[in-house]
T-cell receptor, first 113, second 110 residues
Framework: AQSVTQPDIHITVSEGASLELRCNYS??????LFWYVQSPGQGLQLLLK??????LVQGIKGFEAEFKRSQSSFNLRKPSVHWSDAAEYFCAVGAWGNTPLVFGKGTRLSVIA | NAGVTQTPKFQVLKTGQSMTLQCAQD?????MYWYRQDPGMGLRLIYY???????DKGEVPNGYNVSRLNKREFSLRLESAAPSQTSVYFC?????????FGEGSRLTVL
């Protein structure tokens, strides 16, 4: 069965520090991979997506993610975190067609001064 | 373009009451989805519709029914609401590659 694991439930980083959020997936087909961000009380915003090609993808707000097929991972990174990055982050996996996305349980990011 | 529109945005129900969440998309997408979001659980699929006239169960379908009224609209119905259905509900449509989400509907069942 398809699944997504985000091992870290909650991460706290200092403003200006680098960030890496982990995502591992289990998927039979060639995966499409996504990262979403959700601020408190808000909807989901797509940060970035991977369909094929270059395994390092750039997203909005200075985020990037790297697809590593051998490790079944799609980790999200940012070189320097801003206080406004405090939110919950969701990794999701899918495939072409009408197959529904499968989401991880999320990682909550707190940013301290 | 409005994208995916959900109504209502907020609703409070008493146990046993029924209600329907409405969802409409204007992107001519074939596939539509209903997810629920609960703290610590991520988004879980309730039902989806791969095309007009078809619906399929997702991970957590119990207590819900859906109707794909036409290509644009996909509604979610709670026949007899229970406190366990207190959640935030998201509708989405797909262009076969990625999902486009509505803003969510926050439902509280007392």
């Amino acid at each position: 069965a398809q699944s997504v694991t985000q091992p870290d439930i909650h991460i706290t980083v200092s403003e200006g520090a680098s960030l890496e959020l982990r995502c591992n997936y289990s998927y039979g087909a060639t995966p499409y991979l996504f990262w979403y961000v959700q601020s408190p009380g808000q909807g989901l915003q797509l940060l970035l997506k991977y369909f094929s090609g270059d395994t390092l993808v750039q997203g909005i707000k200075g985020f990037e993610a790297e697809f590593k097929r051998s490790q079944s991972s799609f980790n999200l990174r940012k070189p320097s975190v801003h206080w406004s990055d405090a939110a919950e982050y969701f990794c999701a996996v899918g495939a072409w067609g009408n197959t529904p996305l499968v989401f991880g349980k999320g990682t909550r990011l707190s940013v301290i001064a | 373009n409005a994208g995916v529109t959900q109504t209502p945005k907020f609703q409070v129900l008493k146990t046993g009451q029924s209600m329907t969440l409405q969802c409409a998309q204007d992107m001519n997408h074939n596939s539509m989805y209903w997810y629920r979001q609960d703290p610590g659980m991520g988004l879980r699929l309730i039902y989806y519709s791969a095309s007009e006239g078809t619906t399929d169960k997702g991970e957590v379908p119990n207590g819900y029914n859906v109707s794909r009224l036409n290509k644009r609209e996909f509604s979610l119905r709670l026949e007899s609401a229970a406190p366990s259905q207190t959640s935030v509900y998201f509708c989405a449509s797909s262009d076969s590659r990625e999902l486009f989400f509505g803003e969510g509907s926050r439902l509280t069942v007392l």
